[in-house]
């Protein structure tokens, strides 16, 4: 079994930074790394990012909507995931979740939530001014 747990959320003016943290516990070994995912009210869960275990480093994957503002990176000491969120904008908003598989899922298959069978509880994210 694995537990994932979200932390850092928190309101923001837009054009500011916030950091989330995804602590992984259990069997970490077993997992291919951490993938993010927002959403908003009345809306979809939608693919943040991904960052996903290879050799001594990793690989990451992005959603279009946060190309370029957003980072995702993991810590294999700490068994912590992170997504580094710059030039917040309102659209932004939602709760955000840490999810991550025991599997090694294809790419095009990473930006579905279904792929996932560990998820964290989720943290808000409010951008507004």
């Known amino acids: 079994q694995v537990q994932l747990a979200e932390s850092g959320g928190g309101l923001v003016q837009p054009g500011g930074s916030l950091r989330l943290s995804c602590a992984v516990s259990g069997r970490t070994s077993s997992t291919f790394g951490v993938a993010w995912f927002r959403q908003a009210p009345g809306r979809e869960r939608e693919f943040v990012g991904a960052?996903?275990?290879?050799?001594?480093?990793?690989?990451?994957y992005y959603g279009d909507s946060v190309k370029g503002r957003f980072t995702v990176s993991r810590d294999n000491g700490k068994n912590t995931g992170y997504l580094q969120m710059n030039r917040l904008k309102p659209e932004d908003t939602g709760i955000y979740y840490c999810?991550?598989?025991?599997?090694?899922?294809?790419?095009?298959?990473?930006?579905?939530?279904?792929?996932?069978?560990?998820w964290g509880q989720g943290t808000q994210v409010t951008v507004s001014s």
């Open positions: 999810a991550s598989t025991s599997g090694s899922p294809i790419s095009s298959l990473l930006r579905n939530p279904s792929t996932y069978e560990y």
């Open positions: 960052f996903r275990r290879s050799g001594g480093g990793g690989m990451t």
